[in-house]
């Protein structure tokens, strides 16, 4: 996604981080063997558990992330804002073609050489040091871009959290089914917190190697909490067990998991405790509803969140207790009443939700919409009424790389369970699919009903809140009508015909928006790419400036009617070369942007001036974020998207298919579809460029065929999601596999630390039961099977 950040600190100092150190799991061994573990499967079936690798066992092992040397980052800094300033040969250019603001950019980048680079790059590799030794910091970059996240007022909807769509579900009959789709992803979803807890979550690695797992700590039960006068937040309840369920702007919960992690409802009881949700939530007219809809204050700014907060807070120990279980929830399930019309309406909806202004018979308007139906400081898994699913998820303390391997595991566990429902009667002696997720069902049903039966939370609101709730609304509505979410789903061509013309598939599509941009508006602008750095130790993303004077030079090319096919073709290659290049660099530790970042940071933090080089003219352009991209994907989504991280900007998500490329495009009321259409045409013009796809053609030369067995694959760089090689050793043919969080299990001679708050609940798990308002449900009617 766009660029901001997150981070940690020692819970008993006042500092702006919240670091505390992980629990040991006190029951969790570090290896499962075949020989002495055995568990059982969501069906109560008994199956012997392969000897696998905890979720945490890879982290002391994980390399720190360096720090760059203060020469080697400047050398570095004009190759990546050179294409941004004046071109060459205009008329502030000199004799040797240097433009004035490149001039201007070389004396600083001097100057801060010079004067107050060597001290702040000291005062950084001290600082980073010192909070290796105490266990107070990850990486030397992690408090600072924490700060980048949580310090800023801005809203998060919009302009912070990122969005999924999800595929239609596998079983024909639960995808088109509201309820019965939601459950179905909640089930495999508290599935995988279950196994968190257990530590039995598969840990992610790259080609064999271990990446870092610290993000998932914050993905359940977490919160983003926001603070009136500091930054916000992020605090996580480690002991939660319920889930938060939102419809028709009105609050649910229900107890899903015991407090041994083991899970308290199956599927069936999920989707009945849904439907008693639904039943109870249309009681309450729209126009009702909307009058109370607490979800819209996530949507303010954060301090004026804060201070509405405080006044329900204050107002009565109730409403205390209430927003608490609201914080402490392992995520969201929204449930929305409306069917999006196109792919378009979907996109918009995981993003922001709907408008839809309504009038009452007293001539009274009201938001009917979706886009109060939510709660956006907490993950969200997003139902939409004709069954299609999606997340909207807080991005503060993780990143689209953790949640898409939650989205993928609930979307892949669907699948083998609508596969196991399929063979279970031709295979009833041997389970053919074995379950993806292994998690443990202690059915609260059969004990005692009322564990799990869903309760509605209410709260006394004072008048003040409700007009803030008002207000809240009628700025999300400003902020709707004035963006715009466009979807273009690219099949010409994808991934394979891209690679079969020897070119990095990621590396052309960023290339590809560039040119888009410069064909609409004959300008190249600053164009960001993260790229994963997990690899590391509280590793998270590195910045890509696709906008290199290699890629400023194709764009010109392309548009010389003069130029040749082949002239254009060759700077194609050295665009996509030098961008690839610049990706393996980012992932290796070796970027450029977040080392200069926290030298600024640095000196902030120690009140010093900030030095000339950050107020530069190079500076905030490379930072003036126009095209702000994200390579975000898998066969389990449709479409991956987030807003624009500047007014004239565009936030663009894209997912590399095989045969295409699926994009989603928003802006702040820019000419989004016309800027997609161009996209579209740019992305064809370039097709023509290379090779057509080869016919099927059979050979029988063992000669030729043992040759082409031995020659070196081509490693290509898919961004976000495939980061390239992170050593110089051959890699070998495994992708990424992923896993993750929980109760971390601490290895052994090493410290591990979470980047969050740990929060202790105020209710207990038998005040939870008894807690909000009961409502009718019919799960003491359901047979025990």
Known sequence: MASSGEAAADPEKPTTLNITPRVSCKNSSSNFSTTDATS?????????????????????????????????????????????????????????????????????????????????????????????????????????????????????VMNLNPFFVLEDGPDTKKSNDQCARAASLCFSAIKIVSSLRNETFVPDSFRGKPLCMDQFRA??????????????????????????????????????????????????DILEILMAIRADASKIAP????????????????????????????????????????????????????EPKNIHEAAANMLHGTYNLRTEDNLIDYQAGSCCNRWYDKLQIIVCKDGRAGINFEHSAIDGHTALRFVSDIFADNVVSFAQSITKTIYSDRTMFPSLIQAHVRRALLENPKHIAPRKLTFELPKCVLDKIYYAETA????????????????????????????????????????????????????????????????????????????????????????????????????????????????????????????????????????????????????????STSNCGNPSLRLFGFGPVVQDGFGIGYIIRDTGVQYSISSKHRQTKRYANTLNQTLIDMGKLLQPKHTVSVSCDTIAESNATTQKPLEYLDGFDFFGQTSHSTPNTTDISVSGIGHHRASEGSSSFA???????????????????????????????
């Not at 990486?139 to 980048?148: D, H, K, L, Q, R």
């Not at 070369?577 to 992932?587: F, L, M, N, T």
């Not at 609940?761 to 807690?771: D, E, G, R």
């Open 755 to 785: 980047r969050v708050l740990r929060r202790q609940s105020s209710y207990t798990a038998a005040q939870l039961k008894s807690f909000g308002e009961e409502i009718f449900s019919p799960l003491g009617d359901i047979p025990e099977s």
């Open 476 to 627: 999300l509505s400003d902020q709707i009508v004035a963006s715009d979410t466009f979807v273009l789903e690219f099949t010409g061509y994808g991934k394979n015909f891209i690679v079969q013309n020897k070119l990095s598939p990621d590396s052309f599509v960023q290339i590809s928006m560039q040119l888009a941009y410069y064909r609409l508006y004959g300008k190249i602008v600053s164009q960001y790419e993260p790229v994963l750095t997990k690899a590391f130790y509280h590793g998270r993303t590195e910045a890509m400036r696709t906008a290199t004077d290699k890629a400023a030079v194709f764009c010109r090319k392309f548009m010389d009617q003069s130029a040749t096919v082949k002239e254009k073709l060759e700077a194609l290659r050295v665009a996509t070369q030098c961008h690839s290049a610049g990706v393996k660099q980012a992932a290796q530790g070796n970027g450029i942007e977040r080392h200069l970042f926290a030298l600024k940071c640095i000196a902030e933090k120690n009140g010093l001036d900030i030095p000339e080089f950050f107020s530069s003219a190079a500076w905030k352009k490379l930072n003036h974020t126009i095209l």
């Open 40 to 156: 059982s499967d969501c069906n109560g079936t008994a199956a012997l558990e392969p000897r696998r690798v905890g979720t945490y066992d890879g982290q002391a092992a994980l390399p720190r992330l360096p720090i760059p040397s203060l020469e080697e980052t400047l050398d570095r800094f004009p190759a990546a804002v050179c294409a941004l300033l004046s071109s060459h040969g205009d008329n502030s250019a000199n004799e040797d073609g240097t433009s004035k603001e490149m001039k201007e950019c070389l004396a600083s980048i001097q100057q801060f050489l010079e004067k107050d680079g060597p001290k702040l790059q000291e005062m950084l590799v001290d600082y980073e040091r010192q909070g290796r030794e105490n266990g107070t910091l990850g990486s030397f970059v992690e408090e600072f871009w924490s700060e980048a996240y949580l310090a800023p007022d801005s809203s998060v």
């Open 219 to 268: 993905l359940f039960g977490a919160c983003r909490v926001p603070e009136a006068e500091e930054k916000d937040t992020v605090a996580v309840n480690m002991d939660a067990t319920h889930v938060l369920v939102l419809d028709n702007n009105q609050m649910y919960f229900f107890q899903a998991l015991w407090q041994d992690g083991t899970l308290a409802v199956n599927e069936d």
């Open 287 to 338: 126009e009702v509803s909307s009058h109370t809809a607490m979800g819209v204050l996530t949507t303010l700014p954060r301090r004026e969140w804060a201070t509405a907060r405080s006044h329900i807070i204050s107002y009565s120990d109730h409403n205390k207790t209430a927003l608490d279980v609201v914080d402490g929830a392992l995520f969201v399930l929204v449930l929305d009443d409306i």
